[in-house]
């Protein structure tokens, strides 16, 4: 069931928020531990969710601002301020991971004796399953209304998850060789277990650069978006009878469609602007929220049978989704 604008707004801010609530206290909670215990894996991962919250208050400013109807200043709305947000949370976690990976190899140099590791491991399993509680409801609401911003979140959270794991294994191999072997020197598990930490925070923080910032250079549509806006045009074949020109952007998680279409020099400007009308509800079914923009073409060979004039759509070209632009 589609749901209106406002609904939409409301469910992408309220989970932002939650983002928000959640990260600002595992941030506390982990920074006192790691401080508490002197563990350094434990300490960047509360610089880890440090960004992660400061990733979720740019979100929630992002869903909100996104949510704006376009203005005069802005005629083609506020969408692109997800992008912008995703763009600059993957620049925050690359400057994250560079300070962990720095404090690790500090502590390689000069290992720290641990005390009471079974804290981090508890505040770890804490960690895992707040993030995987509400990652699961950014990932939700961010596919349904198609928000970069909140797939950002919860791409962070999702992440913090697998680091969380990873700290949480160090700890814990640290804390059963204190119990089992305590004659062994275990202190180097802590800082290689940042470091892992900060290489999967690299890795997901060049995925989300390319993501957010890839609409805000223009990039087309997908393939697979690109045919069902096709097919969607094709339908109404021979009416229209060749379509060309077609251009395609995203901004957030608004689209924008626009393409001429030809069809009979006869036809009355009337029933040609009822043929777009109709084009343009099929698109913005299949994606709501669509801007589609139509120039209408005449085709002047109004005697002409299937085949022998450039601008109609043959049988082969309705078949065939790549192939079904006139390029006349």
Known sequence: MEINDAEKNRRKSNVALL??????????LKLVVGMLIGSVSVISEAIHSGV?????????FAVKKSGKPADENHPFGHGK????????EALLIFL???????EAVKKLKNPQPMDDAWLG??????SVMANIFVSKNLFKVG????SIALMADAWHLRTDVYTSLGVFGGLAIIFAGGLILPGVDLRWVDPMAAIGVALLIIRAAYHLTVESARDLVDVGLPPEELDDVRRHIS????TIRGFHRLRTRKAGSSRF???HIRVDASMSVDESHRIADMITCSIKQHYPGTTVTIHIEPCNCALAKEGSCGCLLSDHEKKDLKGNISEV
């Open 96 to 102: 994250a991971a560079g300070w962990i990976i720095f």
């Open 257 to 259: 469609v626009e393409f």
């Open 121 to 126: 491991v508890a505040v770890m399993l804490i």
């Open 19 to 28: 983002s928000v609530i959640s990260n600002s206290s595992l941030v506390i």
């Open 143 to 146: 596919k349904e209304t198609d």
């Open 235 to 238: 339908v109404f074949a021979p």
């Open 52 to 60: 992660d919250l400061l990733a979720a208050i740019i979100a929630l």
């Open 81 to 88: 301020v997800e992008n912008v947000s995703g763009t600059v």
